[in-house]
Nanobody
Framework: VQLQACGGGLVQAGDSLRLSCSSP????????MGWFRQALGKEREFVAV????????RYADSLQGRFTISKDTAKKTVWLQMNRLKPEDTAVYYC?????????????????WGQGTQVTVSS
């Protein structure tokens, strides 16, 4: 296992959740780590990404202001703080590593993926 995501769960609309993603592999090279999500019957969509070298971040336009990505490079961990959750945020959330493609929002640019963690927001 190269990436482990956790922190999902069942919450009510308006609640907050914090997802985490860590790598147990000390030798894993990371340039950018991102979060994507996939709702049932829909395509995987970009959520946020953070640069490993500096604090540059990028968010999906529709999520900026509610979601915040952060990192601890020493722990090889990234967090996704999700506030004011809505039922439409319900999805499996995946973390992923991109080593070569820049601060990308395209899933195809990410080479290593975690197993996903389910977030369910009830109305």
């Amino acid at each position: 296992v190269q990436l482990q995501a956790c922190g999902g769960g069942l919450v009510q609309a308006g609640d907050s959740l914090r997802l985490s993603c860590s790598s147990p592999r000390r030798t894993l090279s990371i340039s950018f780590m991102g979060w994507f999500r996939q709702a049932l019957g829909k395509e995987r969509e970009f959520v946020a990404v953070i640069s490993w070298r500096d604090d540059t971040t990028r968010y999906a336009d529709s999520l900026q202001g509610r979601f915040t990505i952060s990192k601890d490079t020493a722990k090889k961990t990234v967090w996704l703080q999700m506030n004011r959750l809505k039922p439409e945020d319900t999805a499996v959330y995946y973390c992923a590593v991109n080593r070569y493609a820049g601060i990308s929002s395209f899933a195809d640019d990410y080479e290593i993926w975690g197993q996903g963690t389910q977030v369910t927001v009830s109305s």
